[in-house]
């Protein structure tokens, strides 16, 4: 069954979603206010950092549009925009009604919101729409999204009609997947009791690890060990400096602050943000108990919350540079991705490598945040840097290949 669909916002969940149902065969719509992002997607030029999309995109029809009359006579419209936090944690669903608004000003067919948004969110949206409704979550890990967008572990439709579930059912059955129907509300909390659980995962064992620096006792094994019982596993057992991302920190703090809302008591969730917002710090308490910072050059490898994407919303990168700013160290940095969207950010205050050769180069002191493979070349760089401090942020490296070093990593300090 092929259908016309529009995706609503353009943004990584939107144009993900769009490129990959129009990969599949169907004729697709985006609809994003930003007029620059519209213009770069019909020239095939994605404006997010993704493997695969720009050839997905090339060899498909994906028309980008400002106009939300190009939604008439669309079967299914997806509202992909973004749910960003207010400055209290809580979500801010402005753009998701705005978006609910303009398309019950034209004709449309099936709403289906894959923002993330806050149990009871549908609901309103239902209000403005009308009754054919649904809420879909995504997913997607950046860096492998449409990975996960054409093999998904399941697939979640949360509505009301038989007619829309059996419209959305034949949407995703050309997916070898499980196809799982429920309330709005289940499907809304389904996305952030996802995130929250992996949230968790990881600040469990970046706290194990900081015992571990302490007791002498190696993570990595201690995380190879527990992840090989079944009802553990082993991923997202990999100690580091924390998560970062659009995904994590926001929902969490959502969820977090939704809960408070109607006065329930959030202890576990309020120690994972307090935990992941401390462990970008190790990097820093590490290299002061090795080197005098202020005057220092500190070169941080890696700006991107997590390799494969130029996302550096809530990097943990951020936290650590602007840390050894006010130590007064001269940080350069280097990410084989992410410079101009940090360049956004930090301006002249910080130098920006133009490769890894030249960040290391006349370093005091290298920081290894962000795990990109490219990193793994560090040992043959070495020998340009003016100290011999190499911290390891996310267990990437093989201490073994930097034995001659004052070597250390969160975890095994």
Not at 62 to 72: G, L, P
Not at 136 to 148: C, M, T, V
Not at 189 to 203: D, E, G, H, Q, V
Not at 358 to 365: I, K, Q, R
Request: hydrophobic share 40%.
């Amino acid at each position: 069954m092929l259908v016309k669909i529009s995706v609503v916002g353009s943004g990584y969940v939107g144009l993900v979603t769009g490129a990959c149902f129009a990969e599949i065969g169907h004729d697709v719509v985006l609809v994003d206010i930003d007029k620059a992002k519209v213009e770069a997607i019909n020239r095939k030029e994605p404006p997010i950092h993704e493997q695969g999309l720009r050839e997905m995109l090339e060899r498909n029809k994906v028309k980008a549009t400002t106009d939300y009359s190009e939604i008439s006579g669309s079967d299914v419209v997806f509202i992909c925009v973004g749910t960003p936090s207010s400055d209290d944690g809580s979500v801010n669903l402005d753009y998701t009604f705005s978006a609910a608004r303009s398309i019950a000003d034209v004709d449309h067919g099936i709403v289906a919101v894959k923002s993330t948004v806050v149990p009871g969110t549908t609901a309103k949206v239902r209000a403005i729409v009308g009754p054919r409704v649904a809420v879909n979550p995504e997913f997607l890990r950046e860096g492998r999204a449409i990975s996960d967008f054409m093999n998904p572990d399941r697939v979640v439709i949360g509505c009301e009609s038989d007619e829309v579930f059996s419209v959305l059912e034949q949407l995703y059955s050309q997916f070898k997947t499980t196809i799982i129907r429920c309330s709005l509300e289940t499907a809304e909390m389904t996305k952030y009791a996802n995130n929250a659980f992996l949230a968790t995962k990881i600040s469990f064992i970046n706290e194990i690890a900081n015992m571990c620096e302490r007791f002498g006792a190696d993570i990595g094994g201690v995380a190879h060990a527990i992840g090989l019982d079944s009802r553990i596993s082993p991923k997202f057992l990999r100690a580091g400096i924390g998560f970062g991302g659009s995904c994590f920190p926001k929902d969490v703090k959502a969820l977090v602050a939704r809960a408070k809302e109607d006065g329930i008591e959030t202890h576990l969730l309020d120690a994972v943000l307090e935990r992941n917002s401390r462990q970008p710090l190790r990097m820093v308490e590490m290299l002061k108990n090795r080197i005098g910072i202020k005057g220092s050059r500190i070169a941080v490898l890696g700006l991107a919350f997590k390799p494969g994407t130029d996302d550096i919303r809530e990097a943990p990168s951020l936290k650590v540079i602007d840390e050894l700013l006010g130590m007064k160290a001269e940080v350069v940095v280097y990410d084989p991705e992410a410079m101009a969207n940090a360049k956004l950010v930090y301006g002249n205050k910080v130098v920006f490598a133009q490769s890894l050769k030249n960040a290391v180069e006349g370093s005091d002191a290298l920081l290894l945040v962000t795990e990109w493979d490219e990193f793994k070349g560090l040992r043959e760089h070495l020998s340009s840097m003016r100290g011999n401090v190499v911290i390891d942020g996310r267990l990437a490296l093989d201490r073994a290949d930097f034995k001659d070093m004052d070597f250390g990593g969160v975890g095994y300090g």
